[in-house]
């Protein structure tokens, strides 16, 4: 089954077991049998009609349909972040679907989408629209931050593409002052970094899709890289993130504080609003990425592996130690490799945002109460054609749930506008006590240790995005770890999916999913379209029945009414303490290396 955008609430999110496949008009089985995109269109290399000026690029995009487009002939600009907008995958033309690359477009996000037929169509069409706009590099230069360039349409010939500027009207009322912030938070100005506008950095390079590479004009040194971290649509996010570097006290092993506030101007009002912050660069990469790359070349050792995850493990610790907080989103990618100025490499956490992980990474506890919520209460629902009676029906194992935890109803997601609330609004870890929370994270430092030991950049492939290596090993296969790492590990992930059950029986190869065991790999043969829609229709019903069992006996545990057949459900009862996961480190670290620390 072909992928898209829109098509991933049909099988990434648990809206799979309870609404209707969509009819898209043959996307889902579209052959990838089209010519190359430059014979398709005969561009020629050098003349020629359709010749590609490489005037501009795209350096990432995010699912296919939002693309950071460069004008090069404008360079240098300020990181305005003008996203450019394209309808799904499958309203673009049906003849253009392979040779566009359409459903590789969903899951890459890096570089190699400049590869994709899409980027380099899209590249074409933006040098024939920008040159036919007379004063195309005055509008360009003047779009307030946030601004779009919309595309209404893909079309075979890029001169009939619709193609447009938007500015994001919506972005002046979800930015706040300096002075509003610094009042919510009770900072005094010394406690906050300086502010500079936005026109005074220069645009390197698109990272992720709130992360740009930037020089910072002016600085002693402005040939030097560093972070601009910044959203183009809700602000909450952004604002508790910054708080939190603010607030927590220091520590070696977590992000440095942002060196600037970042500001743009909003029309009509006098006072700069933050759409962001300035950050370290970490030049060492991402242990998703570095993972992988030593074990390969063979200069991964073990002494490393033990300090990067011992260095996790405190740093989660630090976190913790803060009343009420907590580190949700511990993922290799969120964890950088750093040098702490005395030669020594250290693995350090970014990401403070406290918010959701991936489902291959979140502690069951987490994503079941999460499942729940996304069938029975409107601020988290992923579909918008759920029968009445399943959002009743899960309304109301919420409302009994919430009741147990004396919480307040109908749950609410995060606002709008920010509103400073304390630890933010992810709400599955916000209900849980402190221990529960603990626990959460201990599952989150096994998936983290199993990747370290094992050398590998994921703990498992994503429906939703590729990475490197991904097919190649998967959690909870050891290879490499040490006999005491594994029981650690599997002390750490007890209650995981794939201890229980094996892993997700949907599988993702490229921009395809098929049935777990009929993915066309390694002798076996491709499951049918029938085959998978069944195969994702029947995993999801599964996976629901297990939530609904855990939040009944999660409810009549906070209520003291739990029976014996509740607490096998309750796994995070049983995982170790954040100082037991330290201690066993420790106590390996000194085994390896004699007593020598």
Known sequence: MNISNSLRSQFVFCSAAATPFPDTHGYLEYADDAPSYDDFFRVEPTTGKGVLLNTWRVDYAAFGTRFFAVPQFLLPIAPA?????????????AELWSVLDARDSVH??????R???????LCRALDHWSQSIPEFEHQFRNLPFGSRIVVSRIDPDVTNMEIKFACNERLSNRMLSIDVLRDMWRLEADELPPSLDYTQLRYVDQLASEVSLVHVIGDEDDSKLMIFKSQVSSFTSLYHELKVMLTLPRNPNIVERP????????????APRVCGFILRYYAGGTLEQVLPQRREKGTLTLTKQLDWAIDIVRAVKHVSSVPGSFYSDLRMDNVVVADDNGGREIA???DLEQSRNIYNWAPPEIYYLEWIAELGAEDFMRADNLSPETVNRYARILKG???????????????????????GWYFPWLLETPSEREASQVYLLGKALWCIFEGVGDADIVLGRSHRGESEQRFPEFRRTPEAMRE???????GAREWKDGHIKIYRRG????PLGLTGLNGEREGTLEETLSTIKNFWQIEISKAEKFVEAQRKYNLGEATGDDLTQLDLLRRPRLDEVLSRLDQFSVEQTGGEQ
């Open 81 to 93: 972040r003008v996203e450019l907008q394209i309808p799904d995958q499958i309203d673009w033309p």
């Open 108 to 113: 890459l996000s890096g570089k190699q989408v």
């Open 115 to 121: 590869n994709l037929g899409i980027a380099r169509h």
């Open 259 to 270: 060196s600037h506030l970042i500001t743009t101007q909003v029309p009509g009002d006098g």
């Open 348 to 350: 350090v956490l970014i």
């Open 401 to 423: 749930y919430l009741a147990s935890r004396g919480q307040p109803q109908p749950l609410k997601g995060a606002p709008i506008v920010y509103n400073n609330a304390p630890h």
């Open 488 to 494: 650690l590990i599997r002390d750490c992930t007890i």
């Open 511 to 514: 921009g395809q999913i098929f």
